[in-house]
């Protein structure tokens, strides 16, 4: 991430329609969110376990795409994807997946990637499932959206020896 991102930033962070897929549910303000920029764009992946990464098409933020929960001795991390709503349906998840899926392997010997979804989010269902990654289980009512439980699914996908 880097200070030039952060209008696109701000408006996935602030989109209602994404809150329900991530972990934040409330707006940020601009200087949060560039305060975050600035604390986490050098950061060391060994010391604060994640790697936050942009996609761009050349000229336009297209996306955003996170390792989080980095076990450097158990070899996996968490994987969180988010392509703005605009550029949907065009390739984008699967291009970055498999850039992250590659640098995790190449330059921090990743084993694997795992994620959890909620049931209900097609889109990331549908994306996981054409990157191949596996449905290992179904946590039952793990997420609270719109007042209603709703079932999580857990993808894992190998991606090293």
């Known amino acids: 991430m880097e200070p030039s991102d952060i209008e696109a930033i701000y408006r996935w ?3 209602p329609a ?3 897929v991530s972990i934040a549910h409330q707006p ?3 200087y949060a969110l560039q305060r975050f920029i600035d604390e986490n764009s050098c950061s ?4 604060s376990r994640q790697l936050r990464l942009m996609a761009d098409d050349g000229d336009t933020a297209v996306g955003c795409i996170d390792l989080y ?3 450097p001795f158990h070899r996996r991390a968490s994987v969180g994807v988010l392509v703005d709503s605009r550029m949907r349906r065009q390739g984008y998840g699967c291009a970055m997946l498999a850039a992250l899926e590659d640098f995790g392997l190449q ?8 994620c959890i979804v909620a049931a209900d989010n097609k889109q990331s269902v549908s994306l996981f499932g054409k990157a191949g990654y596996s449905n290992c289980g179904i946590l039952k009512e793990w997420v609270l959206s719109n007042g209603r439980w709703v079932d999580a699914i857990v993808f894992q996908k190998i991606i090293g020896q």
Not at 44 to 47: E, L, Q
């Open 107 to 114: 330059h921090l010997d990743l084993h694997q990637l795992h």
């Open 28 to 30: 940020f303000s601009r």
């Open 18 to 20: 994404v809150w329900g």
């Open 69 to 71: 929960d980095f076990d």
């Open 13 to 15: 962070e602030n989109d």
């Open 44 to 47: 060391d992946i060994y010391a």
